[in-house]
């Protein structure tokens, strides 16, 4: 049986005034009954009986549209009641408006049809044992109400069924809608991207290599000392901008972070001359993409902070995957740095950048051994 969301509480608080309301009307007029009080009140309790359950345990059951072993066992006391009740009160058959709704909520279709069938016979059994109505009057009634109640039940699973499939519709639809809204929001972050890397490419980086092409033309040794700091200056710059625009194309990550840092470290070998080993170890998976610009601009600013500061001869570059974090690891043995001072070097950047998923960036330096950056994220 098909059940609709548990979080329709309107039609469960509807459903509890229902079932109040016709208990207290069939208590109502069992008690203003003509019948000895002995049987009324038995009658009552048992109505009562049945209200406490449904208060205790039922009315969750339903809003939470439970058709497992407890929920219809707790269905059977409520007919053991309703029994008990008709004994004491044939009158108490006027329950049923509430039984019947009851057991198609609690009972999945095949034991509800059973348990209908069930509820509408108990007056007729009644009448055998007890010969106290007419039996003939009663099983026609009990055949009526069976299959009033039958296709009742089944009438409101078809319409549970299409309200389930409607509200899972249209949770979908707005699932997909939310999709749909961050992929455009990715789009245009992408194509902003790429459109401030073209303009670097375009710009700063065509300046710098014209600066270059011109001073070398005007002196090709470079023998004047300004010059040549000045071809130094652009040089580093031009590295520098083409970093950001391979930071900044959409495609910098295209074939993943592995890939991506490798490039990374084959670069810097080309623009400044100095080896940087590259090594892996652990499994690669994949990241979010977030988890992984982080890591790769690490090692971009790590191998940039190199070239630019660390007059180093050789340098390393790990990642490595654990079950629980990654790390980006680059070391050179050139000179050290006070840590202590962390305006420079692009340090608060990658730090912040680190705080931003998570990750805790860990930096040595010595004179003696060279400089150490860690950037470790939990993935």
Not at 48 to 59: D, Y
Request: net charge negative; glycine share 6%.
């Amino acid at each position: 049986m098909t059940r609709p969301e548990a979080g329709q509480s309107d039609h469960s608080l509807w459903w509890d005034i229902y079932f109040a309301v016709i208990a207290i009307v069939v208590s109502i007029a069992i008690t203003v009954a003509d019948a000895p009080p002995a049987r009324r009140i038995t009658a009552v309790a048992a109505l009562a009986g049945m209200a406490l359950v449904h208060i205790a345990v039922g009315r969750r059951m339903v809003r939470l549209h439970a058709d497992t072993v407890p929920s219809i066992v707790t269905l059977f006391v409520q007919i053991a009641l309703f029994a008990v009740a008709i004994v004491a009160m044939p009158s108490a058959t006027w329950m049923l408006f509430a039984v019947i709704p009851l057991i198609f909520q609690m009972a999945p279709l095949r034991v509800a049809i059973a348990a209908v069938l069930l509820v509408n016979a108990v007056p007729v059994v009644v009448d055998v044992l007890f010969g106290t109505g007419d039996v003939r009057a009663d099983l026609a009634i009990a055949g009526v109400s069976a299959a009033s109640g039958i296709f009742l039940g089944l009438w409101i699973v078809r319409v549970v069924r299409q309200s389930t499939d409607r509200a899972n519709l249209i949770a979908e639809l707005e699932a997909s809608r939310a999709e749909v809204e961050r992929l455009s929001h990715e789009a245009g972050v992408q194509a902003e991207r790429a459109r401030l890397a073209g303009e670097i490419h375009d710009t700063l980086a065509q300046g710098f290599t014209s600066i270059i092409t011109l001073v070398q033309a005007a002196d090709p040794e470079l023998r004047d000392e300004r010059l040549a700091l000045a071809v130094r200056t652009a040089k580093e710059n031009l590295a520098e901008s083409r970093a950001i625009v391979a930071a900044l194309s959409p495609s910098a990550l295209a074939t993943g972070l592995l890939d991506a840092v490798r490039r990374q470290a084959a670069r810097f070998t080309e623009e400044s001359g100095v080896k940087a080993h590259f090594r892996t170890t652990g499994e690669p998976r994949d990241l979010p993409t977030a988890v992984e610009v982080v890591l790769l601009r690490a090692a971009q600013e790590a191998l940039t902070n190199v070239r630019r500061h660390a007059k180093a001869n050789e340098v390393g570059v790990l990642l490595a995957y654990s079950p629980a974090s990654v790390r980006v690891v680059v070391r050179d043995d050139g000179d050290g740095f006070d840590t202590a001072a962390t305006g420079g070097f692009g340090l608060p950047g990658m730090r912040a950048r680190a705080e931003q998923v998570g990750g805790t960036l860990t930096v040595r330096s010595d004179p003696d051994t060279g400089t150490t950056i860690e950037l470790e994220v939990p993935a």
